[in-house]
Nanobody, 129 residues
């Protein structure tokens, strides 16, 4: 059964760093043309954080550009999100997702979390000031 499991969340002070991992099982992520990270804070709309297309092309939300880095390790079958210079407004539940269909790059950049065929359960990130 295809599964994505996020880990690495936790509590950190503003300015700190965390690395989120998204371990896949049941399928090779090398076959997922598009993978992404999303987040949702209480009372706020879900937000696309970053996505990676065909292992090379990345796209970030303006709010995290320059601070977050998305990457894939196909050998470990894992997606990562390196988060630096964290701010209290980064506090949210973070979800990873992998596409099933062979999306175009534009589709990858615009898709919402529910468009992805595979989604994780989330990991909480809390940043205190």
């Amino acid at each position: 059964q295809d599964q994505l499991v996020e880990s690495g969340g936790g509590s950190v002070q503003a300015g700190g760093s965390l690395t989120l991992s998204c371990a896949a099982s049941g399928f090779p992520i090398i076959n997922s043309r598009c993978m992404g990270w999303f987040r949702q804070a209480p009372g706020k709309e879900r937000e696309r954080v970053a996505n990676i297309y065909t292992d090379e092309m990345t796209n970030y939300a303006d709010s995290v550009k320059g601070r977050f880095t998305i990457s894939k390790d196909n050998a470990k079958n894992t997606l990562y999100l390196q988060m630096n210079s964290l701010k209290p407004e980064d506090t949210a539940m973070y979800y990873c997702a992998a596409s099933v269909s062979p999306w175009t790059r534009n589709r990858c950049s615009s898709a919402g979390l529910l468009n992805y065929g595979r989604r994780g359960q989330g990991t909480q990130v809390t940043v205190s000031s």
